[in-house]
């Protein structure tokens, strides 16, 4: 495969396991376009034009043209330097990282405004999603600013090194995996919750390693009432949210992660909170991607915290 293509599929894919509908994010896509249209020359000359097709802009090909063909890749949830220089050293053609990095890292905000829809389907109005969410993603942006963040692709670049990144697509892999795992099974206590991600196999496989699923607000005689996972969106949403969810009778949230003031929030009103795992999750949704180029014979190695479980 071209480089090209493995990154197009997964996008696709991404596109398919959208909590906002396939519909909603093509209308955005649409939407984008007709504003570049009307942008000055001046304008288009900033524009990030892969935002035209591409609506995850955590997601990028780091280093390469794309026509580069594709035989062997090696995997991780994060990819430093260290990484790039290990992957470069086994000849690996591609490396690939889950977590964003260069101008992915700096587009986490913009992905964010995925979780305003995606609470809809929660029963909580978008304009209060969207007024709550617009404060936790100006403090992302900002948190953002100072970084280095093409260290890493500076080094991709330096070793001839192809290098890509792909996150909200693996995110929104494990997220539509884990909901309609949960929509069948409908576990009825958190104890059910952890049985249930432990039949999974990357969650039983990160158990063993020490890092399973943790409850994190609520109990195993908890009964879990209305359970929503929370598995995609850049990164942590607002912590206000948690009363929202509330309101609008949800029980527990599945997550990869949550904050202590997430956690604080969450038991004020009531709220289970379940941890799955920030690795173990992330590594269902990569090797969902991963699946689909390794069956049809691109060698696919894993490191950096990738647990890879095969579904082919």
Same mark, same amino acid.
Request: hydrophobic share 35%; aromatic share 8%.
């Given at each position: 495969?071209k480089l090209?293509?493995?990154?197009?599929?997964?996008i696709?894919?991404?596109?398919?396991?959208?909590?906002r509908?396939?519909k909603?994010?093509?209308d955005?896509?649409?939407?984008?376009?007709?504003?570049?249209?009307?942008?000055?020359?001046?304008?288009?000359?900033?524009?990030?034009k892969e935002t035209?097709?591409n609506?995850?802009?955590?997601?990028?090909?780091?280093y390469?043209?794309?026509?580069e063909?594709i035989?062997?890749?090696i995997a991780g949830?994060d990819v430093?330097t260290g990484?790039?220089?290990?992957?470069?050293q086994?000849?690996?053609d591609? !490396? %690939?990282?889950?977590?964003?990095?260069?101008? $992915?890292?700096?587009?986490l905000?913009d992905v964010m405004?995925?979780? =305003?829809? #995606?609470?809809?389907?929660h029963?909580?109005?978008?304009?209060?999603?969207?007024?709550?969410m617009?404060?936790r993603?100006?403090?992302v942006?900002r948190?953002l600013t100072?970084?280095?963040a093409?260290?890493?692709v500076d080094?991709?670049?330096?070793l001839?090194?192809l290098?890509?990144c792909?996150?909200?697509p693996a995110?929104?892999s494990?997220?539509?995996f884990?909901?309609e795992?949960?929509n069948?099974?409908?576990?009825?206590?958190?104890?059910?919750?952890i049985?249930?991600?432990?039949?999974?196999?990357?969650y039983?496989?990160?158990k063993?390693?020490g890092?399973?699923?943790k !409850? %994190?607000s609520?109990?195993l005689k908890?009964? $879990?009432?209305k359970?929503?996972?929370?598995?995609?969106?850049g990164t =942590?949403? #607002?912590k206000?949210?948690?009363?929202k969810?509330?309101?609008?009778?949800i029980?527990?949230?599945v997550g990869m992660h949550?904050?202590e003031?997430h956690?604080?929030e969450?038991e004020?009103?009531?709220?289970?909170?379940?941890?799955?795992?920030?690795?173990?999750?992330?590594s269902?949704?990569?090797?969902?991607?991963?699946d689909?180029?390794?069956?049809?014979?691109?060698?696919?190695?894993?490191?950096?915290?990738l647990?890879r479980?095969?579904?082919?």
């Amino acid at each position: 495969m071209k480089l090209k293509e493995i990154y197009e599929l997964f996008i696709s894919t991404g596109i398919k396991n959208d909590p906002r509908g396939e519909k909603e994010v093509n209308d955005l896509l649409n939407e984008r376009k007709k504003e570049y249209n009307k942008l000055s020359d001046e304008e288009k000359e900033y524009f990030d034009k892969e935002t035209l097709t591409n609506p995850y802009g955590d997601t990028r090909i780091l280093y390469g043209t794309g026509e580069e063909e594709i035989k062997s890749l090696i995997a991780g949830i994060d990819v430093d330097t260290g990484e790039i220089i290990l992957g470069k050293q086994l000849g690996f053609d591609l !490396i %690939f990282s889950h977590h964003p990095r260069g101008v $992915a890292f700096l587009n986490l905000p913009d992905v964010m405004k995925l979780q =305003e829809d #995606a609470l809809m389907h929660h029963g909580i109005p978008i304009n209060i999603s969207q007024k709550m969410m617009a404060k936790r993603i100006s403090e992302v942006d900002r948190a953002l600013t100072p970084q280095n963040a093409y260290r890493v692709v500076d080094s991709a670049r330096l070793l001839n090194q192809l290098f890509m990144c792909c996150h909200t697509p693996a995110d929104n892999s494990v997220q539509h995996f884990l909901t309609e795992l949960f929509n069948k099974e409908k576990p009825k206590y958190l104890k059910d919750v952890i049985d249930l991600l432990l039949t999974v196999p990357e969650y039983k496989q990160a158990k063993k390693m020490g890092f399973g699923p943790k !409850i %994190f607000s609520g109990d195993l005689k908890s009964k $879990a009432g209305k359970v929503v996972i929370d598995m995609t969106g850049g990164t =942590e949403g #607002a912590k206000e949210l948690m009363k929202k969810h509330a309101d609008a009778g949800i029980g527990t949230i599945v997550g990869m992660h949550f904050s202590e003031d997430h956690k604080k929030e969450a038991e004020e009103n009531y709220i289970n909170l379940v941890v799955a795992g920030h690795m173990s999750s992330d590594s269902i949704g990569v090797n969902l991607l991963l699946d689909q180029v390794e069956k049809v014979g691109v060698k696919v190695e894993s490191f950096s915290g990738l647990i890879r479980i095969k579904r082919y």
